[in-house]
């Protein structure tokens, strides 16, 4: 019931739609009892659901078109009320099935109150079709007569469905989130630059997400998203090879990372936002936000031969998975071993301590335990751990543990820095298993300690490892800059040039996807997955024009079927014209 009744993610019905859908498998025309039959098995049978998502889950959003035909239902079922054509025992026996079958379901839904306001309004339906039955008065005036139990209905239930999904949003928070002047900041600092690079807009968790999906300019490239359509290779990417922060529940949602170095591997060179970034340098002031620059983040295509092969990648640990991407790029064959990484790195980190205070005050409890702590929290309370100084320039704090949720029906939320993971819980529909909480925050010059959140929940922190470090500036790794035509490159299409200074790989951090065709100076060439998720080619020394074009799968299809819809409807209205004439 809860999918499709009052539902703030769903076509928010009444049970009136229910009792209209049942009384009209008894009407007298046989297209009237289809189309009620039909509806009602759409909106009950799950399989429906499924399908209309595009195979993805079953989620009632994809009922919400249904709503027009539903109207018209119920604009019949009015008229047939006032013109005396639907009995009385099939104006209320429906009514009585709904009522007795939203009490025999109160333990299915989650909310007492939700259930309890389904019965009150299934009961006024009811009271409303006895008068209207056997009141020659309320006949004339139904209209008047449901006006203000409907109103009432929906006041309450839309009330109580709206606060309890949190959607509200005061509209000086609205104004501040689309404000113009934040896309004159990225416009700004996208004009500034010539070459072809990342600029996202950052600020606390609530934020972040509604930005998940908002560019202020088709030239500005961000590494988020929301979409429950995504490419598989770079959700891994971030998930399991990397390890991204994972700040939401949702595990769909793809948020802005506080990481350095993922930041500079996918070429986030700009950064809108209103607090300090470790790292960035402040470049301008604007209303919308301060604009921060990294000059040292990879051009989103490059060229390289300092490459290492994704069979030694994948016997990296924790940080040196992630730090190896300032130092090399990952192939198929590479020309380094996971040893010799290590080794490479070990000039730019080293291991630390992190230790949580003990604290045992009734609110909060954090007891170590012989591999990690054990913690028992009524509210989320914060922790000042040391750190060892950064004494000669800004550096990045690498910390990871496992988490053992002791009540898996809660989430679990623990920040470091401002950087959030989050545990889901088990029930939810997108639980994000994200069982090992990874950070990498950066940390200021002379900054001694940092600011570790616990939230709410019983858990078990354990396997702690934690790396202070810095992030090289000139490793060399991105050796000749691919130069985008700016005029050239729109849509679907990425288009410019390259001078190589010796035989090595094309590297991006664009996505692999079988649909991409690339072509050096108009000859095609194979493409290949480079840093486990994105796309690259081998690449000869010399001048070269590269072009990147993108087919979406089933495009030509669709065109088809787009052509086949527009002939039908035309031969129908010429049919429907000799018809008449």
Known sequence: MEKFLYGAYGPGLSCLMLIILLTGLFYKKAYEKILSLGCLVVLTVPFFSYLLNGALYIRPKSLIPFLPLLCYLTAKYLEKLKNQKIARIWML????AIIIYIYLKKDDVKSEVLWKLLLLDAVITLLICVAQAYSAWIRKYLTVAVLGPVILSLIVTGSYSWEKSGNLESRKAYEEDTSRSIGKAVDKAITSDSGFYRVEQVGNEEENAENLNRVWNSEQYITSLYSSSYNADYQNFRKNDFQVEQPYRNFLMQSV???PVFRQLMGVKYLISSQNIPGYEKKWMTRGGDVYCDENAAPIAYETDQTMSEAEYDRLDFPYNQLVFTRYA????????AGQ????????????????????????LVVPTENGYQVKMKKKQEFEVA?????EKDGVLFVQFRIENKKPKEDIEISLEG????LSSIQHVYYNRNTVFTYAVGLEKGQKTVCLSLGKGEYTIKDMSAYNGVLNEDTGLYQS????????TKGNLIQGRIKSQKDGMFITSIPFDKGFEMTIDGVKVKCEKVNKAFLGFHLEAGKHKIRILYHAPGVTAGKILTGLGVLIVIAGAVRKKKCAE
């Open 481 to 488: 800059v691919f130069r985008v035509d700016k005029e050239q």
């Open 330 to 337: 990952v192939t198929k064959d590479g020309t380094v071993s």
């Open 419 to 422: 950087e959030r993971n989050k």
């Open 341 to 364: 990484v290590k080794e490479k790195l070990a000039e730019d980190i080293e291991k630390c301590d992190f230790r949580i205070p003990e604290k045992n005050n009734g609110i909060s």
């Open 93 to 96: 026996l429906p009514c009585l």
């Open 387 to 391: 750190v060892p100084e950064q004494e």
């Open 257 to 259: 990372s506080q990481n």
